[in-house]
């Protein structure tokens, strides 16, 4: 398995839609709750996060969800997608995140990922498309990879 970006050690991966306005604000939100500093980012369009999709038998062009990826690069690496990713790092924000995570989780996934799918299919046209990925601030560069 590949050695894993030195910025990874001991954080979780989220993959998202970098041109997505929702995935930019899922992002945003990500990064004022965090209080751990628990999560990185990569764009689904940054090489990287194809090599992880391919590992696990997904194909990278598909950009229609977020992604976690626990232990990356390691032998115990996860991939959850869906619903189970928006929940389990709503869980790992803890507080009112963990309750709201855990009240999600007692509808039936396949309810859940129903609704999300709805809300990836509509979310350039409610959200936005952007023209590129954006840069993040300065302050908080060091938890995005870079693009290879």
């Known amino acids: 398995m590949n050695l894993a970006p030195p910025q990874l050690a001991g954080h979780s991966l989220i993959l998202y839609d970098g041109v997505c306005g929702l995935c930019n604000r899922l992002v945003q939100f990500v990064l004022r709750h965090d209080r751990q500093d628990h999560y990185r980012f990569c764009a689904l ?30 032998p115990g690496e996860r991939l959850l997608q869906r619903s189970d990713a928006a929940l389990a790092v709503l869980a790992r924000l803890g507080g009112g ?29 409610l959200f936005g498309r ?17 693009f290879d």
């Open 97 to 125: 995140w963990l309750l709201l995570a855990r009240l999600f989780r007692l509808a039936p996934r396949s309810l859940r990922n129903f609704a999300y799918g709805i809300v990836a299919r509509t979310r350039y046209s």
């Open 130 to 146: 952007l023209g590129s990925c954006p840069l993040p601030a300065p302050a908080e560069s060091h938890r995005f990879l870079p």
């Open 45 to 74: 369009q940054n090489p990287l996060a194809a090599n992880i999709l391919a590992r696990h038998g997904l194909n990278p062009s598909i950009l229609d969800t977020v992604y976690l990826v626990t232990e990356p690069f390691s």
